[in-house]
């Protein structure tokens, strides 16, 4: 047996300490093992049809845009885009059963200004949280409101519609939607500016709320264009002017609100939106393909038609765009004193 060295002269082997270089390389490497799963999930989307809630009724403005965009984006998307009607609670049932589905990009909501700019605004409590519970992917579509009366009413003008207004306090009516619905807070708006009081005739829903003026028992309504343009044009209520900061192409000769009451802007909105923590590569083909469908000549026309103007934008500008009209809704109904349980 051969001699060992002495204790004092051994070599012991130490571990080395790992250098930042070593740290930074194996962090990296781990965020990337982490990042796999839903790149991979990526690739593969859409494996199956992706089902898109519209939180308003059948027929609504947002059902019929939905109805005219989504078979494109189905083509571009390689998978059915599948429109899935759950209207209840001024939108707040689709807005949260979207919320609450898995965050794999097959369930979207069409959001909208009720859903995501109204709703924050007047509601203390509601099951979603516009901004938390969702990722955005891009605004849809846009376009005014329109101040609509019953032919019988003596008003051709928001001038005209005021000085009835003031003549007889609370005895013109209005219907909207439902309680705290874009209609209602158009008209609580134009109530504010003008200092007049007209009554909150409340529907369910925009159809059955214009069906009112039509038959003559509501006086006038601020519905969508989308929603009022076959009844303007076949003359069953008379349009005085539309609250956008410009006239619509489709309507040039109908003023704005903004010529007789400057600083009164009301636009409505959609989008889409995924539940939150979608994985971003798969919002972002979400996007692209959508972006390339609202392009198309066909889907513009056909949104034109029926009062809208084509919009998209990335997923990060969708989200300020949504912050924002949060807090611009949130004025109006402080303004008007509306606040719903």
Same mark, same amino acid.
């Given at each position: 047996m051969q001699n060992q060295p002495p204790a004092a002269k051994r070599r012991i082997a130490r571990p080395s300490r790992?250098?930042?270089l070593a740290v930074a390389v194996s962090a990296t490497g781990a965020a990337a093992l982490l990042a796999l799963p839903s790149i991979a999930a990526?690739? $593969?989307? /859409?494996a199956k049809p992706v089902r898109l809630v519209v939180a308003q009724a059948a027929g609504s403005a947002t059902d019929v845009i939905a109805r005219i965009f989504t078979p494109r984006w189905s083509e571009?998307?390689?998978? @059915? &885009?599948? %429109?899935? !009607?759950? /209207?209840g609670a001024g939108g707040s049932l689709g807005a949260e059963i979207t919320a609450k589905s898995p965050n794999d990009g097959y369930t979207l909501l069409l959001a909208n200004i009720s859903t995501h700019g109204v709703n924050p605004a007047l509601y203390a409590k509601l099951p979603y949280d516009p901004v938390k519970d969702f990722s955005p992917v891009s605004l849809v579509s846009t376009t005014a409101n329109v101040i &609509? !009366? #019953? /032919?019988?009413v003596p008003a051709?003008?928001?001038?005209? +519609? &005021?000085?009835?207004?003031? =003549?007889?306090?609370?005895?013109?009516? *209005?219907?909207?939607a439902g309680p705290g619905s874009s209609q209602h807070l158009a008209a609580a708006l134009l109530n504010t500016l003008m200092k007049i009081e007209t009554t #909150?005739? /409340? *529907?369910?829903?925009?159809?059955? =709320?214009?069906?009112?003026?039509? =038959?003559?028992?509501? $006086?006038?309504?601020? @519905?969508t264009l989308t929603t009022a343009l076959p009844q303007i044009q076949n003359g069953r209520v008379r349009a005085i002017a539309v609250t956008g900061p410009t006239r619509e192409q489709e309507v040039p000769n109908i003023p704005t609100v903004a010529e007789t009451i400057p600083g009164y802007d009301v636009v409505s909105w959609w989008g889409v939106v995924a539940p939150a923590g979608t994985?971003?590569? %798969?919002?972002?083909? +979400?996007? =692209?393909?959508?972006?390339?469908?609202?392009?198309m000549a066909e889907v513009r026309t056909g949104l034109l038609k029926v009062g809208m103007n084509a919009s998209s934008t990335t997923p990060d500008q969708f989200g300020q765009y949504i912050r924002d009209e949060i807090a611009k809704w949130t004025?109006?109904?402080k303004a008007a004193n509306i606040k719903l349980e």
């Amino acid at each position: 047996m051969q001699n060992q060295p002495p204790a004092a002269k051994r070599r012991i082997a130490r571990p080395s300490r790992p250098t930042a270089l070593a740290v930074a390389v194996s962090a990296t490497g781990a965020a990337a093992l982490l990042a796999l799963p839903s790149i991979a999930a990526a690739q $593969a989307f /859409p494996a199956k049809p992706v089902r898109l809630v519209v939180a308003q009724a059948a027929g609504s403005a947002t059902d019929v845009i939905a109805r005219i965009f989504t078979p494109r984006w189905s083509e571009l998307l390689g998978q @059915p &885009v599948v %429109v899935d !009607v759950r /209207p209840g609670a001024g939108g707040s049932l689709g807005a949260e059963i979207t919320a609450k589905s898995p965050n794999d990009g097959y369930t979207l909501l069409l959001a909208n200004i009720s859903t995501h700019g109204v709703n924050p605004a007047l509601y203390a409590k509601l099951p979603y949280d516009p901004v938390k519970d969702f990722s955005p992917v891009s605004l849809v579509s846009t376009t005014a409101n329109v101040i &609509v !009366v #019953h /032919p019988s009413v003596p008003a051709k003008t928001v001038k005209e +519609l &005021v000085a009835i207004a003031r =003549a007889k306090p609370g005895m013109l009516n *209005y219907s909207s939607a439902g309680p705290g619905s874009s209609q209602h807070l158009a008209a609580a708006l134009l109530n504010t500016l003008m200092k007049i009081e007209t009554t #909150h005739v /409340p *529907y369910r829903g925009s159809p059955p =709320a214009l069906a009112g003026v039509v =038959a003559g028992e509501i $006086a006038f309504m601020v @519905p969508t264009l989308t929603t009022a343009l076959p009844q303007i044009q076949n003359g069953r209520v008379r349009a005085i002017a539309v609250t956008g900061p410009t006239r619509e192409q489709e309507v040039p000769n109908i003023p704005t609100v903004a010529e007789t009451i400057p600083g009164y802007d009301v636009v409505s909105w959609w989008g889409v939106v995924a539940p939150a923590g979608t994985p971003r590569p %798969v919002v972002d083909r +979400l996007n =692209a393909d959508l972006v390339r469908t609202l392009a198309m000549a066909e889907v513009r026309t056909g949104l034109l038609k029926v009062g809208m103007n084509a919009s998209s934008t990335t997923p990060d500008q969708f989200g300020q765009y949504i912050r924002d009209e949060i807090a611009k809704w949130t004025k109006v109904a402080k303004a008007a004193n509306i606040k719903l349980e």
